[in-house]
């Protein structure tokens, strides 16, 4: 059974920073896109940052270009997300995905999700 376990979240204040890590068991995502969304309360989901699979391609949301840096490391099935100066508004359930589609917005595989709240 596929799964996708992140970790990392927790409470943070406003300029700080978190990495959320990934694993993925019960299989391979080598040949697979992977990434992030988030979602706040009362908000839609929002795409956040996706890297591809040889880690060379990485594609961000930009209101996180220049804070956030997404990177994996197949041997370990894993993906990372650093996030630095965290504002505000970064707060919400971050879920990680492997192959998401951007355009429905749904992925073969998601995690349970993890909540990063930053406070000012």
């Known amino acids: 059974q596929v799964q996708l376990v992140e970790s990392g979240g927790g409470l943070v204040q406003v300029g700080g920073s978190l990495r959320l890590s990934c694993a993925a068991s019960?299989?391979?995502?080598?040949?697979?896109?992977m990434g992030w969304i988030r979602q706040a309360p009362g908000k839609e989901r929002e795409f956040v940052a996706q890297?591809?699979?040889?880690?060379?391609?990485?594609t961000y949301v930009n209101s996180v270009k220049g804070r956030f840096t997404i990177s994996r490391d197949n041997a370990k099935n894993t993906v990372y997300l650093q996030m630095n100066r965290l504002k505000p508004e970064d707060t919400a359930v971050y879920y990680c995905?492997?192959?998401?589609?951007?355009?429905?917005?749904?992925?073969?595989?998601w995690g349970q999700g993890t909540q990063v709240t930053v406070s000012s």
């Open positions: 890297i591809d699979w040889t880690g060379l391609i990485t």
């Open positions: 019960g299989g391979t995502f080598r040949r697979d896109a």
């Open positions: 995905n492997a192959g998401l589609n951007r355009a429905t917005m749904t992925a073969d595989y």
